[in-house]
């Protein structure tokens, strides 16, 4: 106490003599300093949320349509949510009778109309070079697995159903391309190009990773993917590719429908 | 006498203030996400109440079809809003405020009676500290109400990764319904706290800005009366 007032004296010397301030003195000068940083602070929140909410379009790539720093967050959140990605972590799973009858149908982009089921090759370009193309029959003598899961879609619903294919990592084994998921990425087109998706590998070799052939236990009809379609319950719907064509691997980002149109890349769950 | 009496310190000023503007933004950005399926209605033995929303609330408000942007701006702000929510909870815990903030063993009683004295039906307000039963029980719960938006909103960002909150919240599907009422919870406690702040008057509403009060207070009686009853209202 003694020392604040001695350093109170010495502080005070150049104005002079030290003046206690009255009670509305203390007032008003506590009111202009807290209404005045109130209001900077505000102008300035203001004027940053105007920055964000103005700020131009990241140039079109293999991401497109979101804002440039928005993108950079969500390429950021990417990174974060990668660390505590496990292969150990599992989708819930539900009884057989827990199943939709009617199995939820949201888009076409790439699998419309009828596809010919016996002239269906699905095409897997390894890094040599050299491409397989494996028909719907092959594919069906794999070990198959079953997953009755919550579907989760990007809009929001979600919907248990139940579906029936080979696993993606048992599917990489038998047809021995472990070397292709040294690279980070794998994607997946429609045979007609016009969707098309990026999975990074460890979603893509997660247990429960299925490419698909058959919902209900029925095979595919042609608005679910027919013959053969991608079941991946870390990621959102927009992610599992209907009506596959053709596989790819490699370290780049593959091209991706959504993500080109201002959603997230990972799409992780 | 006009004497300064001290009311809200600096950091709860700030993360209130903080908080005013990102919840805006996370609600707003809600709808964005919300609006691609809009689902939710309020529906008691099968006669529905509530649709939300309207279309014309939609259009005015330009919320149609900007899933991606809303998901956008969500999972920036969920940040500050964790953030801010993080420092005020930690700063109420050290600073020992939280004593003046969670409900005791009178609040649930004295809440009544708070009630009653706002609506006029009762003459006499409890007795009132920095906050009376009624504010203590309200702030308290929006606290845990800002928690359960950050448990429901976790469990719904990566339901997989975090399946155990997904679990905790009865599941995706339930987590997101959570989420929602949540939200629906805020705009009402919004509304609420926005009338008795209009109520509470000027001085009340400066102290959340400047952080104190201005009270009169009568000259010293030579013998101190213990119960000193500072009759200040304040919400």
């Known amino acids: ?269 | 006498m006009k004497v300064i009496k001290e009311k809200h310190p600096l950091l709860m000023r700030w993360t209130h203030w903080v908080n005013f503007p990102i919840l805006t933004i996370m609600i707003w950005s809600g709808l964005l996400i919300y609006w691609a399926n809009d689902t939710y209605t309020f529906t008691i033995f099968g006669v529905t109440f509530i649709r939300f929303f309207p279309q014309g609330f939609y259009d005015a408000l330009h919320i149609p079809k900007r899933l991606a942007e809303g998901m956008a701006f969500h999972f920036l702000f969920m940040w500050f809003f964790a953030l801010n929510g993080f420092l005020y909870v930690m700063y109420t815990i050290i600073s020992g405020q939280w004593r003046e903030l969670v409900p005791n063993r009178h609040s649930f009683k004295e809440a009544w009676l708070v009630v009653l004295h706002d609506l006029h039906i009762r003459k006499m307000a409890p007795p009132q500290n920095k906050y009376n039963a009624a504010q203590r029980i309200a702030y308290t719960a929006i606290i845990v109400m800002g928690f359960g938006s950050l448990i429901t909103g976790l469990a719904i960002y990566k339901p997989v990764q975090f399946n155990y909150l997904a679990w905790i919240c009865g599941g995706y599907h339930l987590a997101r319904i959570w989420h929602f009422v949540l939200t629906i919870g805020y705009v009402l406690f919004f509304l609420v706290h926005v009338v008795q702040v209009v109520l509470a008057g000027w001085n009340n509403f400066r102290s959340v800005i400047s952080g104190f009060e201005v009270i009169d207070e009568k000259p010293q009686p030579v013998i101190q009366i213990q119960n000193d009853e500072t009759n200040q209202k304040a919400e």
């Open chain 1, 1 to 269: 106490m003694k020392l604040t007032k001695k350093l109170n004296k010495v502080f005070s010397k150049n104005k002079g003599p030290k003046k206690e301030l009255n009670v509305e003195q203390k007032i008003t000068r506590r009111n202009f300093i807290s209404f005045g940083s109130f209001l900077v602070l505000g102008s300035a929140a203001y004027g940053g949320w105007r920055w964000l909410y103005t700020s131009p379009e990241e140039v079109a790539g293999i991401t497109g349509e979101a804002h440039k720093p928005l993108r950079a967050v969500l390429n950021a959140n990417e990174k974060v949510v990668r660390q505590l990605y496990s292969n150990k972590n599992l989708v819930k799973t539900y009884p057989k009778a827990m199943a939709a009858k009617v199995v939820r149908h949201n888009s076409d982009i790439g699998s419309e109309g009828l596809v010919d089921v016996d002239a269906w090759k699905l095409s897997v370009k390894k890094s040599s070079g050299e491409v397989l193309n494996i028909g719907i029959d092959e594919i069906r003598k794999l070990p198959k697995t079953e997953i009755i899961y919550d579907f989760k879609c990007v809009e929001g619903w979600d919907q248990i159903s139940h579906w029936g294919g080979v696993k993606f990592s048992d599917f990489i084994a038998h047809f021995k391309l472990d070397a292709e998921t040294e690279f980070g990425y794998v994607g997946m087109e429609t045979p007609d190009k016009e969707y098309y998706v990026g999975v990074d590998m460890p979603s893509a070799m997660h247990p429960q990773t299925l490419l698909a052939y058959e919902v209900n236990e029925k095979p595919l009809p042609p608005k679910h993917g027919a013959p053969l379609r991608l079941i991946i319950p870390v990621k959102y719907g927009i992610k599992n590719l209907k009506r596959i064509g053709s596989i790819n691997f490699s370290n780049n980002r593959p091209r991706d429908y959504w993500a080109e149109q201002g959603y997230d890349y990972y799409a992780g769950l």
